[in-house]
Every structure is written in C-alpha cells, then in structure tokens.
C-alpha cells in the first residue's frame, strides 16, 4: 500500500508560479510511474480529473497536457521518494485541485484517472487575475 501526500498549494496570482510535491511511502517508489491530475472547481467525480503531468518510473520521460505544454513540468527524486510538479505562468483556469497519483502498469504521453492504484488527498492552487 503506497501513501501519498501532496503538498506546495495555495494562491498565486495569474503569471505567478507555485511548485507541488508529492512524497511517497509504504512501497517502492521506483515500481510507479507517477501522474499528476487536477480537478476543476464543480467537478466532483474522480473519472472527471484532467491529466496534468506524467513522469516516468525513472523520471526520464516526462508529458504534459497541451494544455499547460511550455508552462508546467514534472520532475521526480528517487532518492527522496518524491514527485513535483513547477507551475510557471499560471493561469486562473489553472485553478482546482491537484492530485498525484502513482500506477504500477499505466505510463504514456496521457495518464488516465482509470489507471492510476493510488491516489493522495489533493492540494487546493488557487489562481487568481
């Protein structure tokens, strides 16, 4: 069973930046490809989280959405069992809630909610004009 905990939310302003972490306990790190999701305010269900960022098991091959394509970046520490996630030029629609997730069988240029076997908590970025 794999822990995650999500951390580096808040609020910034539009062309701000904030950088999430997500550390890792209770498995091996190095067995999970990691996936940051985010879900829009009024989106309630986990299938409705949008797909961020995929970093691989080794942390050298890593997609983002188009939608934040030149702005985000995901990166990962093996050596710290932790994943990021750097926001630059952030956007108020890039407001929500964002999750890491961890998925043993599940890597590719999209991440799917349904693929994912552990979930954290989420944190709350809050973009504001």
């Known amino acids: 069973q794999v822990q995650l905990e999500e951390s580096g939310g808040g609020s910034a302003q539009a062309g701000g930046s904030l950088r999430l972490s997500c550390a890792a306990s209770g498995g091996t790190f190095t067995f999970y490809a990691m996936g940051w999701f985010r879900q829009p305010p009024g989106k309630e269900r986990e299938n409705e989280r949008e797909?961020?960022?995929?970093?691989?098991?080794?942390?050298?091959?890593?997609y983002v959405a188009d939608s934040v394509q030149g702005r985000f970046t995901g990166s990962r520490d093996n050596t710290k069992n932790v994943v990021y996630l750097q926001m630059n030029n952030l956007k108020v629609n890039d407001t929500g809630v964002y999750y890491c997730?961890?998925?043993?069988?599940?890597?590719?240029?999209?991440?799917?909610?349904?693929?994912?076997?552990?979930w954290g908590k989420g944190t709350l970025v809050t973009v504001s004009s």
């Open positions: 797909f961020v960022a995929a970093i691989s098991w080794s942390g050298n091959s890593v």
């Open positions: 997730a961890a998925a043993s069988h599940h890597f590719g240029p999209t991440m799917h909610p349904f693929g994912m076997d552990y």
